[in-house]
């Protein structure tokens, strides 16, 4: 262990974040063995190389229990629409408890039902143009309630919030390998806020009533979100849900760092789609950064990778404390925090992350 934190690494960019992930795995592999849980859902896109980590980890086990991993593609606004009810019953919490300052067409965008505004706007007498006009607050807005009364738009809402519950039930149960849903979903993410749990959850409950249950394990919670006995969330790496954990401010800094290291290599999920002849299909935003992907954050990833397999091997057979771990984890993470390289301040300068719902914007 001490062998691989000298290591230099030829000067990969924030390769430390990998200490705190191995606690984050760690963590999570014995949290979800004390809750029973058989399968294990890994959200996209930061859940592909958690994935890849927590199987890594587990190849290391011997006699101790195996988890089933899936990855499932899910995005913010994949779920949005199918975790909503009838329309007169909405009033888009997850949306606009973090957006209000937003337009029409962003509100649109959000449900992915774009390709439907012009439809709308002539209906509503303005100019498509007028859509993206930002509303100071779009909840409250005269045009944006009048769009809500209009039949055209409550039918395309109705009937695709209907398709695409039945599309992501479809490609649930194809993932699980079940035929019928299971009563508990246990699911991972980055964090911040678990806005795309909730929206799992809202779906869900549709689907299974009062018995659903949907358990979120996070690097980190700055937010608790729809958290509920039924709907629970813990925060692996940090969290201040309950007051902050420790090392919390170290690890809270620059959360954006997570984001972008741990990239997908597919682009953002937009929407189901489920036919009898082709089954379901994930309908993906496309990649517009594979460019920075291939050059700037694969190489460090891909080291970063390295690194963690390192540190399960060093680790196996004698596992360490978890406030070994801690410290550890502290310590590294803290270096980038507070003494960057110049290497790692000018590629975090030439980096960016792409927010896909409630604003759409680099």
Known sequence: MNELVKKKDADVPFIDICYGLYLFVDRLYKILIQRKAEDVLFFAREGQLLKEMFDF???SLVDEKKIKTHYIKVSRRSTFLLSLGPLHEE???VLFRQYRRI???DFLKSLDLVDSADLFAQELGVDAAAFSEV???LPTDKRFL???QLPSFRDIYENQRLERSLAFLEYVKELLGGAQLPDSLHVVDVGWKGSIQDNVYHWFSRQKGTAARVHGYYVGLIA???CNAANTKAGLLFSSLEGRTPGFQVFNENRSLYEVILHADHGSARKYTFSQAKGVSVIEDEVTDAAMIAQLVRPVSAAMMEKFKGLVVATHGTRLTDDELLEMAVNRHARMVFNPTRREIEWIFSVSH?????????
């Open 146 to 148: 009048k769009l809500l």
């Open 57 to 59: 980890y587990q190849s």
């Open 135 to 137: 509303s100071s607050d």
């Open 224 to 226: 608790p979100g729809a």
């Open 103 to 105: 337009s029409i067409q």
């Open 354 to 362: 792409v927010e896909n719902f409630g604003v759409f914007e680099e």
């Open 91 to 93: 009033g888009f919490e």
